[in-house]
């Protein structure tokens, strides 16, 4: 079903064919009969998926990366998927237009997207506003960023905000410092801004009543040592967890006309350096730090290689694209075959080697 789905959509201009994608799930969540049938078609359950990561339980360590559904416009039909989390956002307090169109393009033969997207949003009240129905057992991750015309030396204060106002919608939060597309924010994950920027976060997290876990998403592009700092930082801070990564500038296996464009690369190009990090982190931490792991898992394979890198969650975004829904499920399938090959009673002790 899906390549013919695909087959139509990929005659869109890419932001439509999301467009379209989104209002889709929307409907097909909104309506019980079709969410019952698609969480029916979708469901994988088994006890060896379950996964405890900052404090929550998770029913499968699968989810969707931010950006797939920034604003909360379809969370009832996405999660029907059979996720065991969904992030959305990146939301900002104000609402935003985001930079100028055409701002994702497709390389379909490296199953890669470049996007320049550059936060929009319909502001944090919107998505407040929105009616997320039963997100059923699916953890519901909020990621938030910076207006572009805050000024980064105020950018604690939008985070702090973001946070009082997301902090009772949500079960974890993803604090985006990664995106390139947002000019100066990947700047905050030098060692003084970032310690300056968690400690207020940190703050902020824990004199609420109910304490929602915070976690910090990072870029791939940074170097080991950068790496280490931004651990020393979270260390420090005692922030709960990294997600690792979002896009990168590197433009390495796409054709030319790739490099001259804007923003940042996700997709199949990503995968190697993507886990890498992802081995990087858990080494270093010694999988005392939830590692939530995205970019480039495109396969079931990548995920398992993924979770045998040390991450306690996955997430997949340019996957969906072209991969389609249900690779949702077909991670999931894989997931607990290879743990029942291994003879592993849960698909955390996959990565128990790389811990
Ligand atoms: C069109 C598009 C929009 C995105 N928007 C966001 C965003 O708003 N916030 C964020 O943290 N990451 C965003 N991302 C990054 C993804 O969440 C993810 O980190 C990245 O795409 C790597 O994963 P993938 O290779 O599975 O796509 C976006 C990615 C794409 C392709």
Redesign the pocket.
């Known amino acids: 079903m899906y390549p013919l789905l695909r087959s139509l959509l990929f005659r869109l201009d890419?932001?439509d064919a999301?467009g379209h994608a989104l209002a889709l799930a929307r409907m097909a969540g909104r309506l019980g009969p079709t969410r019952a049938l698609l969480a029916a078609a979708s469901r994988v359950s088994s006890p060896m998926l379950r996964v405890r990561a900052f404090g929550l339980d998770f029913e499968n360590p699968v989810g969707i990366?931010?950006?797939?559904d920034?604003d909360g416009r379809a969370v009832q039909g996405l999660c029907a998927l059979g996720l065991g989390h969904l992030?959305l956002?990146?939301v900002t307090l104000r609402p935003q237009v985001g930079n100028q169109r055409p701002?994702?393009a497709r390389f379909a033969a490296q199953r890669?997207?470049?996007?320049s997207?550059g936060?929009p949003?319909a502001g944090v009240d919107a998505l407040l506003a929105q009616d997320f129905g039963s997100p059923g057992r699916t953890r519901i991750g909020i990621?938030i960023?910076k207006n572009k015309d805050t000024p980064l030396e105020d950018a604690a204060q939008d985070y702090c905000a973001l946070i009082e106002r997301v902090g009772d919608r949500a079960d974890y939060i993803?604090v985006?410092i990664?995106?390139p597309?947002t000019p100066g924010l990947r700047k905050l994950q030098d060692r003084a801004a970032l310690e300056a920027l968690l400690g207020a976060i940190a703050r902020t997290r824990d004199a609420r009543p109910r304490r929602v876990p915070v976690l910090v998403?990072i870029a791939?592009d940074l170097s080991e040592h950068e790496v280490d700092e931004v651990l020393e930082a979270i260390a420090h801070t005692a922030i709960d967890g990294v997600?690792a990564?979002?896009?990168?500038t590197d433009r390495s296996g796409l054709p030319e006309e790739a490099v001259k464009l804007p923003g940042?690369?996700?997709?199949?190009t990503?995968?190697a350096r993507?886990l890498g990090l992802t081995r990087q982190l858990a080494r270093r931490t010694g999988g005392r730090l939830p590692i939530v792991a995205?970019?480039?898992?495109?396969s079931p394979q990548d995920a398992v290689d993924r979770m045998r890198a040390g991450a306690h969650l996955i997430?997949?975004?340019?996957?969906?694209?072209y991969s389609g829904p249900f690779l949702i499920r077909a991670i999931q399938k894989e997931l607990v075959r290879t743990c029942e090959r291994e003879g592993l009673s849960s698909v955390f002790d996959l990565g128990a080697p790389s811990r």
């Open positions: 890419p932001e999301h990366a931010a950006g797939y920034k992030e956002g990146t701002r994702i890669a997207l470049v996007n997207m936060f949003n990621n960023g993803a985006n990664s995106s597309n998403k791939p997600i990564t979002n896009t990168t940042g690369t996700s997709g199949a990503l995968t993507a995205v970019g480039g898992i495109l997430q997949v975004y340019t996957g969906l694209i």
